[in-house]
DNA sequence: CGATATATGTCAATAATGCTGACGTATTTA
DNA sequence: TAAATACGTCAGCATTATTGACATATATCG
């Protein structure tokens, strides 16, 4: 007891206070969401679906699994409840008809709007209060904690502003 | 009544990419941990308690319903799951015997270290990828996204490591 | 001292999210 | 034609979180 088992004690500390910036700012970044959702008998769930098919219009459910990263048993009970509301549309695929795509309906994208304006508001008072640096900087670190296969989503397309320490990032153990 | 449907584009895009960072960032970052917690029937508030019981030694109940945002009978079963099965011990609170002060076991530690080793290696090594000053600003972008009142946490007392970095990150409009 | 507030715990009911496992159908591909 | 794929569904179970009501011990105030 006297002598405590330390890792390195700075290195250590940084990381630490890394994962409870994620913990904190994930925390208040959906709270004021999931009370609007509770209003309306919806859950984060139901959140997310209509975000990301808002973001990828025709996206199929397989897609939208694997952004999820739940099974499909899960994503139907919600999916299969938005659509019998209205808010989100399954069109047959035309190359594949066994595809269901998905997309909003107005109402869809009304509850997407009511649901992500303070959210998008928040994020916008943050990137406003830092340097275009920081934004970089803080997009280097968020790639480089998710998986390596998650970060095509974000270093292959357009999507990205950009940053030279792309390039220095490591493979991952 | 509102008039913008639309924010000025190319700006909603970097939001929603920051959105998107934040979300993909932070289910891979639980996943595996989840994974563990899961053959021990436990959950993630399991580790969360774990977590900030080891964070903070000693630390009143009422401070962790702070930190986690949750009601005292959500944390109850946990908490008292924890303590039935020996991770986390009360004492009575010497200034205040209404008080439960909460700690660690040596049982405890070991499973907070079973649950934040990969965690913290992966945090380790988004750190090592990039620059000293991309570490300041994710840490400036996520202070930004939390509440005024949980920025508190980091920019008040002593928890924070230091690094001449802290210096530069301004109080917040 | 007595009233009241605080710190904590507990019981009960309810809801949302997620999982595994087992089937079923339509459609595509080999 | 057989196998693989995309999707859906039913059933059962665990975890996390909620609200509301009530209980106990201790502190503090008038």
């Known amino acids: 007891m006297v002598k405590p088992p330390r890792p390195s004690p700075p290195d250590d500390e940084q990381i630490r206070q890394s994962i409870e910036l994620l913990f904190f700012a994930y925390r208040d970044f959906t709270t004021r969401a999931d009370e609007i959702l509770a209003k309306q008998n919806f859950g984060r769930a139901h959140h997310r ?66 649901l992500t304006t303070e959210q998008r508001a928040r994020i916008s008072a943050a990137h406003k209060a830092v340097s275009a640096a920081s934004l970089t900087g803080f997009r280097a670190v968020m790639l480089g904690i998710m998986n390596d296969d998650t970060r095509h989503r974000f270093t292959s397309s357009e999507a990205i ?13």
Chains 1, 2 share one sequence.
């Open 49 to 114: 679906v209509v975000y990301f098919v808002g973001r990828h219009t025709g996206m199929t459910v397989s897609a939208l699994l694997e952004i999820l990263g739940i099974t499909k048993q899960s994503l139907s009970r919600v999916l299969g409840q938005l659509v019998r509301e209205g808010y989100v549309l399954q069109k047959t695929g035309i190359h594949d008809r066994r595809q269901r795509l998905l997309e909003l309906t107005p109402k869809g994208r009304e509850l997407e709007r009511l």
């Open 161 to 173: 502003t950009d940053s030279p320490n792309r390039a220095k990032m490591r493979p991952w153990p």
